[in-house]
């Protein structure tokens, strides 16, 4: 299910230990997402923790949903009308996001093209990742 619209809902009880508090807990719409994702700079990273910490502070809540974060970046990033620079999110290890068009494979391709060096040892990651992430990393 794809939220065509941002949900504030209760924390649910079997989720407070993640999020460290109860309260409420954002669903992001992919518009939502797209929003922020706009913001990335040219050469510059941001990681999914980034992503849901700049959308719990834009609604001021105690937590954003990690599971609908990821499902509003896919639509996103496969909406041909996006002009969101969603190949610039990564894991919070820098490791790259099979759930966009192309898998791994094709963010990787994207991320070389703008100069960054992706590592293939375990994983693809991109190297020394944390030095390119807006605002000084997170």
Same mark, same amino acid.
């Given at each position: 299910?794809?939220?065509?619209?941002?949900?504030?809902?209760?924390?649910?009880?079997?989720?407070?230990?993640?999020?460290?508090?109860?309260?409420?807990?954002?669903?992001? @719409?992919?518009?939502?997402?797209?929003?922020?994702?706009?913001?990335?700079?040219?050469?510059?990273?941001?990681?999914?923790?980034?992503?849901?910490?700049?959308?719990?502070?834009?609604?001021?809540?105690?937590?954003?949903?990690?599971?609908?974060?990821?499902?509003?970046?896919?639509?996103?990033?496969?909406?041909?009308?996006?002009?969101?620079?969603?190949?610039?999110?990564?894991?919070?290890?820098?490791?790259?996001?099979?759930?966009?068009?192309?898998?791994?494979?094709?963010?990787?391709?994207?991320?070389?093209?703008?100069?960054?060096?992706?590592?293939?040892?375990? @994983?693809?990651?991109?190297?020394?990742? @944390?030095? @390119?992430?807006?605002?000084?990393?997170?």
């Amino acid at each position: 299910m794809t939220l065509q619209e941002d949900l504030i809902v209760d924390i649910p009880p079997e989720r407070v230990k993640f999020f460290g508090t109860t309260g409420k807990m954002l669903l992001p @719409s992919a518009t939502a997402v797209a929003a922020i994702v706009a913001q990335i700079p040219a050469a510059q990273l941001m990681t999914t923790v980034q992503l849901r910490q700049k959308l719990t502070e834009q609604f001021n809540v105690q937590g954003t949903c990690p599971v609908t974060t990821r499902k509003a970046l896919q639509t996103m990033a496969q909406d041909a009308s996006s002009a969101a620079p969603f190949w610039r999110v990564v894991n919070q290890d820098g490791g790259l996001l099979s759930v966009f068009p192309g898998g791994k494979a094709a963010q990787a391709a994207r991320l070389q093209a703008e100069g960054f060096l992706i590592t293939t040892a375990t @994983s693809p990651k991109v190297a020394g990742y @944390s030095a @390119s992430l807006v605002d000084g990393g997170g």
